[in-house]
């Protein structure tokens, strides 16, 4: 979930004293703690090593060899990275995996910002909002799926329909080349703007009213006041919502699979699908293996390269 | 600290600043008033496609195609309910992502109090380094971990069980995160008398410390509990037999079985069906859920 790997400073006496004494020098006291402090993590280190670490060497192993499940993995050295970097259909899932991400990720913050603004104001209601804007996020992406495919039919659909009321022929939506994407960009929108607007409304609610105070007295106006206190203060918020958003984004499945299944002419296929789609249709396990680690790499870039640039923007950004 | 129980009322009193209150008083109004209409044109696009569903589920097929389309249906059809229990093994999808969700949920719950324990009120060498390092594969993308993970639940012969979807998902980096940033906060003096007692500290632990960790709990079992329950890619590779299906994977599969004519009221009705559990859940817990959200987002 979180990224972020500061660990807020202990402030409790508990945790203060944080002794780090060696073995030989501890008393049978403090080693029957330290023994029962490692037994606690067991179930977590056992996972660890199990379902982590093993199958991430796992992965990096497969990427270089030809794997099929029946037979052993033969080991091929770069040809799944060779096949992969000259293959047209690879390149333009890569490219699609980009639209979506960032297709999604900006507007969704803009308009989450939007909204928790607006949702932040005192008057009445505002707990409902809160509510409505969020349920889209906690429904079932396949229930989701389902009723945007029927506002997307191209008959029967309501998008169609009210199209239809003032005049204008609609487009096919998801069987189209191109508005295929866009269609799904805009349902990912609805999905996901009120995990992002929940996040910026507890940010906003954390700004001290003295700052705002402050500013009035010494007549500022109501812009200077955003860019110049909420939006620094916001700052550790968004950087938040965009690092987690681009790593979603990155790995996006469910509505690919479920209402397009990569179509038409896959232009809908990302990576994940892909992925997907060679290791478990076509047995491919090498090869899909390979475009993981690709996958892998550039979310790493992406996530290290908005670590470096935050010092840049994020308010308090230590580390 | 995780612990504080902020909800998050508006209550910013930002109108009441250094300007005199008649004119400010009516300009707040139609400030109101506008950012109403704006939300709630908004909300109709937000709930539209729920209200349309729920509408449908009660509809005729007949009345599905009909031009101009109804909201409210001409006679509420209840048997579109019966028959999709008839027809799909609804209840039973249900029933698995239930058992398969519960199990993990209270692994996730055991596993990461304990191990918050361990990382916020116990000393042994190496405890911040780990958690640091433990913390740190929350960044490992899961999509990478697909094949080689499904290779390992096939040497375990795993596949097509419950077992692939549960035992892997018990642990928890973040419920790990979120459980100790609790405990941290909770006052030594609570376990001091139970120690002085001579009580153990796996007592200590049961009886002292998770009952009063009782939010932060109930807010790591909803977010196990709804991340598990929606889940569709790792089952959808796990899972063979129809009879094991998860909801939405059953749900999915109901969907696709009507390549043309599509009965969309029945399709409609089990999605809503499908919606409510998750939802009511939801509505119950928001308070934690949202607690979750401002411990991750902000203080992590």
Do not use: C
């Not at chain 1, 900006?106 to 932040?120: H, R, S, Y």
């Not at chain 2, 009580?199 to 509990?225: D, H, M, N």
């Not at chain 2, 749900?251 to 399709?267: C, D, E, G, M, V």
């Amino acid at each position: 979930m979180t990224v972020s790997a500061q660990v807020p400073a202990p402030s409790q006496p508990v945790a203060a004293a944080s002794p780090r004494p060696r073995w030989s020098e501890m008393s049978g006291l403090a080693r029957r703690e330290a023994i029962e402090g490692y037994l606690f993590l067991l179930p977590n280190i056992v996972a660890f090593f199990v379902f982590l670490a093993g199958p991430m060497l796992a992965a990096v192993y497969f990427a270089f060899t030809n794997y099929d499940l029946t037979w052993p993995p033969r080991f091929t050295f770069l040809e799944n990275f060779q096949v992969m970097f000259t293959n047209d259909l690879f390149w333009q899932v890569f490219g699609q995996t980009f639209y979506w991400a960032f297709g999604m990720v900006p507007a969704t913050i803009v308009l989450a910002l939007g909204l928790a603004l607006m949702i932040n104001r005192e008057m009445r209601g505002v707990l409902t909002y809160r509510l409505v804007y969020f349920i889209p996020h906690v429904t079932l992406s396949v229930a989701a799926s389902i009723v945007w495919l029927w506002v997307y039919h191209p008959d029967v659909g309501f998008l169609n329909l009210l199209l239809g009321y003032v005049g204008i022929d609609g487009p096919q939506w998801l069987l189209n080349r191109r508005t295929a994407m866009p269609s799904l960009i805009l349902m990912g929108w609805w999905k996901s703007v009120g995990f992002a607007m929940l996040i910026f409304l507890a940010g906003l609610q954390g700004i001290p009213a003295e700052l705002y105070e402050a500013a009035v007295m010494d007549g500022a106006n109501p812009r200077q006041r955003f860019w110049s206190i909420t939006v620094p203060m916001l700052s550790p918020a968004i950087f938040f919502v965009m690092v987690t958003s681009i790593i979603g984004a990155f790995q996006g499945f469910d509505v690919f699979y479920l209402m397009t299944r990569g179509g038409p002419a896959n232009v809908t296929t990302t990576m994940v699908l892909h992925i997907y789609n060679n290791g478990f249709l076509y047995l491919k396990m090498g090869f899909a293996s390979a475009m993981a680690m690709v996958l892998f790499a550039t979310i790493m870039i992406f996530t290290l390269g908005q670590w470096v640039y935050a010092r840049n923007w994020v308010h308090g950004f230590a580390d | 600290m995780a612990v504080k129980q902020e909800t998050l009322q508006p209550a910013r009193k930002l109108e009441a600043v250094g300007q005199d209150g008649m004119s400010k008083s009516s300009a707040k109004r139609v400030g109101d008033l506008f950012t109403h209409l704006i939300l709630a044109a908004g909300s109709i696009v937000m709930v539209g496609p729920f209200a349309w569903m729920l509408s449908s589920s009660f509809k005729t097929q007949y009345e599905i195609y009909k031009f101009p389309p109804t909201l409210i249906p001409e006679s509420i059809q209840w048997i579109n309910y019966l028959v999709v229990f008839e027809q799909t093994a609804l209840g039973r999808y249900v029933g698995n992502s239930m058992f398969v969700s519960l199990s993990v949920t209270l692994g996730v719950l055991l596993t990461s109090s304990l191990a918050g324990y361990s990382f916020s009120r116990l000393h042994f060498p190496g405890r911040d380094k780990i958690f640091l390092m433990y913390l740190g594969t929350m960044m490992i993308p899961g999509a990478i971990l697909l094949i080689p993970s499904f290779v390992l639940m096939r040497t375990f012969n795993w596949i097509d069980t419950y077992y692939a979807l549960i035992v892997p998902g018990v642990v928890s980096a973040w419920g790990t995160f979120l459980m100790r940033q609790f405990m941290m906060s909770i006052p030594r003096e609570l376990e001091d008398a139970a120690y002085i007692d001579g009580a153990t500290r796996l007592r200590i632990y049961w009886t002292v410390i998770l009952p009063v960790s009782k939010p932060v709990i109930a807010t790591l079992a909803i977010f196990t509990f709804m991340g598990v329950w929606n889940e569709l890619l790792w089952p959808v590779i796990i899972l063979r037999s129809p009879e094991k299906f998860t909801l939405p994977m059953g749900l999915a599969k109901f969907q696709s079985r009507f390549p043309n004519r599509t009965p969309w009221h029945l399709i409609m009705a089990a999605s809503t069906l499908s919606v409510l559990p998750i939802l009511f859940l939801f509505m119950a817990g928001q308070k934690y859920y949202v607690q979750g959200i401002v411990t991750t987002g902000l203080k992590g």
